[in-house]
């Protein structure tokens, strides 16, 4: 088997390096203030298993690109280069690379959840069910 040349966590690592990292709390400070749009890049099914934070816009990572690019026929208004978009999926990883690519697409005003939505579920915050 061919040796890959660099591991999954290799390009969470270097996305995480040149990314916005926000904690639990700033994400909750930033949303409360009505500053930025959570957007959440899990499957359907985990926010049906496990909830979703209130409020959030459910955009799966294989569409992202998609629905960030305005001139795509998928693009969805909540994807505005110019609004504070914050992403965060489970754990931190996907979200990472996530804010990354859109990072190379040209938006600037964009964060993610470092510890995920498990970080903000375990920390108590407001969780909502589908």
């Known amino acids: 088997m061919a040796e890959l040349k660099q591991k999954a966590s290799d390009l969470v690592a270097e996305a995480k390096g040149r990314i916005e990292n ?3 709390d700033q994400v909750a400070d ?4 009505g500053d930025a749009v959570a957007i959440d890049i899990r499957e359907a099914e985990e926010r ?3 909830g979703a934070i209130p409020g959030s816009v459910h955009a799966p990572r294989g569409m992202l690109e ?3 690019d305005p001139a795509s ?7 505005d280069p110019d609004r504070r978009l ?5 754990a931190g990883g996907r979200s990472a690379l996530a804010t990354a690519v859109l990072q190379d697409m040209g938006y600037t005003n964009i ?12 920390a108590g ?4 069910r589908e």
């Open 125 to 128: 915050r407001p969780v909502e």
């Open 48 to 50: 049906l298993e496990r």
């Open 111 to 122: 964060a993610h959840l470092e510890s995920g939505f498990e970080g903000w579920s375990k």
């Open 30 to 33: 930033e949303l409360a203030a």
């Open 73 to 79: 026929r998928y693009h969805r208004p909540e994807f």
């Open 22 to 24: 926000l904690s639990v």
């Open 86 to 90: 914050i992403l965060h999926c489970a």
């Open 66 to 68: 998609f629905y960030a």
